[in-house]
């Protein structure tokens, strides 16, 4: 999935306006600009919509991570340079505090059943011989059962109603 997706949905499901969004990057010891954050969330056809990069979206998850569960003691995360959807799988795990039977259930609101061995093999490291790749379907069907969680929206409602930032 594009990081500038996933950066929107994020941005909708936890209802943050742009100065909430430059937060959770200065959380990661990253500056952001209204503007750069602005032009991250606009739509792809837009003229001046921008791509996000890797390095920045996984700025972006470690800030979220310890803007909801609080720093860890040490030195910060260094941002990942090339990001999977295993990795924002995880990271979105983390940053929301979830455990399998969360997440599983957080997938049944939109009708997406799988067993829990089936879960932790998105969570193993990549040279197990359990892994198993996190598809964008996966990914996109967590975010949008997190967004009913949190939003309390029927999947129907959502697909169009992401806003755009201004």
């Known amino acids: 999935m594009l990081a500038n997706d ?6 909708y499901i936890l209802d ?3 100065t909430r969004m430059i937060g959770v990057f200065s959380e990661a010891g990253q500056k952001v600009t209204r503007a750069q954050v602005s032009a ?7 003229p001046a919509y921008e791509e996000c990069s890797e390095v920045m979206f ?13 720093k860890k003691d040490g030195p910060p995360l260094e941002p990942e340079q090339s990001l999977t959807n295993n990795i924002i799988f995880r990271k979105l795990k983390i940053a929301f505090n979830l455990q399998a039977e969360d ?3 957080i997938l049944s609101l939109v009708d997406l059943h799988i067993s829990k061995h089936e879960l932790s093999a998105f969570f193993r ?6 892994y198993r790749v996190c598809k964008d379907q996966i990914l996109r069907n967590f975010l949008k059962g997190i967004q009913i969680k949190y939003r309390g929206e029927s999947p129907a409602e959502n697909e169009e109603t ?3 930032a201004h």
């Open 6 to 11: 996933c950066l929107r949905r994020i941005r």
């Open 16 to 18: 943050f306006d742009d």
């Open 40 to 46: 991250w969330l606009k739509k792809d056809d837009d």
């Open 58 to 70: 996984a700025t972006f998850l470690n800030g979220l991570i310890n803007q909801k569960r609080g």
């Open 103 to 105: 997440i599983l259930s």
């Open 125 to 130: 490291r990549a040279d197990h011989k359990h």
């Open 162 to 164: 992401i806003p755009e």
